[in-house]
């Protein structure tokens, strides 16, 4: 069984959490790249992890507020699998990942975060990206700055979407 040792999310696990909904109030703001939504869907948005597992880790989140996969409404259903394989073929090609995981984490004891607005997580992966630093030295290496790979992402999709 292979295991993502993440001992720096302790941080965010213990830290306090904002007042309100991140999901629901990041889009109302219209400030895209500061908030870093790389995506906006008629039902469902891409938006990059700010204390990520792997450089690029994304969440899919639909608008409304909603805690189950079992209460998506069809359109949310749909438009977030296109989001997923959307963001799957931007990553592939501005990151070159050697696969994903991809998760849904439904209520507190199933490891959510914010467990009343559902999110859809996608973290690229690639061999050997768990190593000794984070395992025994309790430090993560993300050899990018968080708006670089939003800018590198973010042009990536534009581009793909321009195509179709």
Known sequence: MERIFAPWRIRYILAPKPKGCIFCEYPKQKRDRENLILYRG???????????????????????????????????????????????????????????????????????????????HIVPRWNGDTSFMPILADVQIIPEALEETYDKLK????????SR
């Open 155 to 162: 042009r990536v999709i534009d581009e793909i979407l321009s």
């Open 42 to 120: 008629r039902s469902c948005f891409i938006i990059m992890n700010r204390n990520p597992y792997n450089p690029g880790h994304v969440m899919i989140c639909p608008y409304r507020h909603i805690p189950s996969t079992e209460d998506m409404n069809e359109e949310e259903m749909l438009e977030s699998m296109k989001l997923i394989n959307l963001f799957i073929k931007a990553a592939r090609i501005a990151m070159n990942p050697d696969g994903f995981n991809i998760g849904v984490n439904i209520g507190r004891v199933a490891g959510a975060g914010l467990e009343q607005h559902l999110h859809i």
